[in-house]
């Protein structure tokens, strides 16, 4: 720790180096920075995330912000129904159509 000793003494910019090397040696930088603790749950979570290749961050973005999302119906004139969003629906669905 002698370049926090040295950071202290005198006035000087941190620089990404210096953040890069403390948090190497087990410094939660969120917290140093922030004030904000992550929890264990947090960390693998988002180091799972760094670790995907693009198309499973993708989805796995997806997935959590679709969980939060509500569902709508729109009902547009000449187009008749349109369905959009997150919509179960038990027990089937009738267009209008003919039962086959």
């Given at each position: 720790m002698n370049t926090q000793v040295t950071l202290e003494k005198r006035p000087s910019t941190l620089d990404f180096g210096y953040l890069a090397r403390i948090e190497a040696a087990g410094v939660d930088l969120?917290?140093?920075?922030?004030?904000?603790?992550?929890t264990a749950e947090e960390a693998q979570l988002l180091a799972a995330y760094n670790a995907a290749p693009p198309a499973v961050r993708a989805a796995a973005l997806a997935g959590l912000l679709a969980g939060a999302s509500t569902a709508s119906i729109q009902v547009a004139g000449d187009l008749g129904?349109?369905?959009t969003g997150n919509v179960n629906i038990k027990g089937g669905f009738n267009m209008g159509g003919k039962k086959k």
């Amino acid at each position: 720790m002698n370049t926090q000793v040295t950071l202290e003494k005198r006035p000087s910019t941190l620089d990404f180096g210096y953040l890069a090397r403390i948090e190497a040696a087990g410094v939660d930088l969120v917290y140093v920075l922030a004030g904000i603790r992550q929890t264990a749950e947090e960390a693998q979570l988002l180091a799972a995330y760094n670790a995907a290749p693009p198309a499973v961050r993708a989805a796995a973005l997806a997935g959590l912000l679709a969980g939060a999302s509500t569902a709508s119906i729109q009902v547009a004139g000449d187009l008749g129904q349109n369905v959009t969003g997150n919509v179960n629906i038990k027990g089937g669905f009738n267009m209008g159509g003919k039962k086959k």
